[in-house]
């Protein structure tokens, strides 16, 4: 450092260092992690609030490294984003997701969460597209799961690909609902077929927060009058599934219901005939 004064920054320059070092090499390992067959998917079970039947999965990327082990989503997504590495491995979570769900029965979706910066891109829809095609998955059968973040920069593209999308006839959701930014104004001019409120509002509810108590009934009424379904996210107790439920969320999801099970549990419970 050229600090000369009192040298204070030096004590913290061998851990940012070997931060910045940490990165390089996940990064390295990121790059080859697809072909060499490092990723898969595990699906979380989503179902209806009232009567507990599945509606679909969601797809969610792992990554076990042969160098790192198992490396969260929340370290290598942002990662992969940065490295311009999210498209590649978006489109194969696209074509892996579609391939599986096509062995479901016909009601059971499958939701696919897709990065701000695929949407920067309008070879995603050729891969989306693609996907359909070579499966023989019927378009409404997946769901699209966007971030607000896709509407902070307004006239990038991704609304267009968006609509594009749209006219494939596959479904969006809002995830994360409230989360980031705050302008509702693209609910108007995007049809999201349903909104998923974050983990963090069904905790601090179940709490008795009454600001997040308001904030999920006017989430479920705005919803509503726009014709959109509500998922409540993470909800790992049965208090939380009675709260939303009375809420009036119509779809669940959370470790109650199910953690992200590997594909042949999912698939043995996609084909389960549900027992009344
Ligand atoms: P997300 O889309 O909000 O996904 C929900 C996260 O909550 C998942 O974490 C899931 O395992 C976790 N979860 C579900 N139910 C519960 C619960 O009851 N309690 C708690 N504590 N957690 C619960 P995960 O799998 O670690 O994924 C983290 C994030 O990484 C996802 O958040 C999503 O933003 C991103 N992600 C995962 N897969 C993909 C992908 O294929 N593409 C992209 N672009 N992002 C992905
Ligand atoms: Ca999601
Ligand atoms: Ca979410
Ligand atoms: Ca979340």
């Known amino acids: 450092s050229k600090d000369a004064g009192g040298g204070v920054f030096h004590a913290y320059e061998p851990k940012l260092h070997a931060e910045a070092e940490e990165r390089r090499l996940l990064e390295m390992a990121l790059r080859t992690a697809l072909e060499r067959g490092e990723l898969h998917l595990a699906y979380q079970p989503v179902v209806d609030a009232g009567t507990g039947q599945l509606t679909g999965f969601e797809a969610l990327l792992r990554w076990h490294s042969a160098e790192f082990g198992n490396v969260s989503p929340a370290k290598f997504i942002p990662l992969a984003e940065e490295a311009r590495l999210i498209a590649p491995i978006g489109a194969w979570v696209v074509r892996t997701a579609c391939a599986e769900a096509a062995r479901w029965p016909g009601h059971v979706r499958v939701a696919v969460n897709v990065s701000p910066d695929q949407l920067q891109d309008a070879g995603f ?72 409120i974050d983990r963090s509002f069904v905790q601090a509810a179940a709490k008795g927060e009454r600001e997040a108590l308001a904030i999920i009934r006017a989430v479920v009424a705005l919803a509503r009058s726009l014709g959109m379904a509500t998922t409540a996210e993470g909800v790992e107790t049965q208090a939380e599934h009675r709260m939303v439920e009375e809420l009036g969320c119509t779809k669940v999801q959370g470790y109650f219901f199910g953690r992200p099970l590997p594909v042949e549990e999912a698939r043995a419970l996609a084909n389960r005939r549900i027992a009344h």
């Not at 378009?139 to 902070?152: D, G, I, K, P, Y």
């Open 125 to 196: 829809v050729t891969t989306v597209t693609q996907a359909l095609a070579t499966t023989g998955l019927p378009a409404e059968r997946l769901e699209l799961e966007v971030t607000e973040s896709v509407f902070m920069h307004e006239g990038t593209g991704a609304v267009r690909v968006l609509e594009r999308l749209l006219d494939l006839g596959v479904r969006l959701s809002l995830d994360d609902f409230g989360t980031g930014y705050s302008s509702l104004g693209y609910l108007s001019r995007t049809r999201f077929s349903s909104i998923k």
